[in-house]
Nanobody, 125 residues
Framework: VQLQASGGGSVQTGASLRLSCEVS????????IGWFRQAPGKEREFVAG????????YYADSAKGRFTISRDNAKKMIYLQLDSLKPEDTAVYYC???????????????????WGQGTQVTVSS
């Protein structure tokens, strides 16, 4: 499985961006897809995730109400809509795949089996 993230950019506070994650290779219904981000000097943190089969979604507290994760199974695409962006959202955003969904461990980067390259999101005040 390979993942390719795109859609980042430089925006001002309050703007929106839509990140995309293209998944290639065989993906099974047991998979979960997560979005993480990493700011300079900080650890990689969970942003949002969903189950590939049922589409159940999970969000970090920092993302609730502003970010929306969605999927298009036919296109094998995962999206992360970022609204009301703040300077503290500035980071490199990564998508990742977990072979067997583990809701309890969804927020832990170490539990993901495949990672895409990141896409930079920069929010200026």
């Amino acid at each position: 499985v390979q993942l390719q993230a795109s859609g980042g950019g430089s925006v001002q506070t309050g703007a929106s961006l839509r990140l995309s994650c293209e998944v290639s290779g065989r993906i099974y219904s047991s998979y979960a897809i997560g979005w993480f981000r990493q700011a300079p000097g900080k650890e990689r943190e969970f942003v949002a995730g969903l189950s590939w089969s049922g589409g159940n979604t999970y969000y970090a507290d920092s993302a609730k109400g502003r970010f929306t994760i969605s999927r298009d199974n036919a296109k094998k695409m995962i999206y992360l809509q970022l609204d009301s962006l703040k300077p503290e959202d500035t980071a490199v955003y990564y998508c990742a795949a977990q072979e067997v969904i583990n809701v309890a461990a969804m927020t832990f980067a170490a539990n993901y089996d495949y990672w895409g390259q990141g896409t930079q999101v920069t929010v200026s005040s």
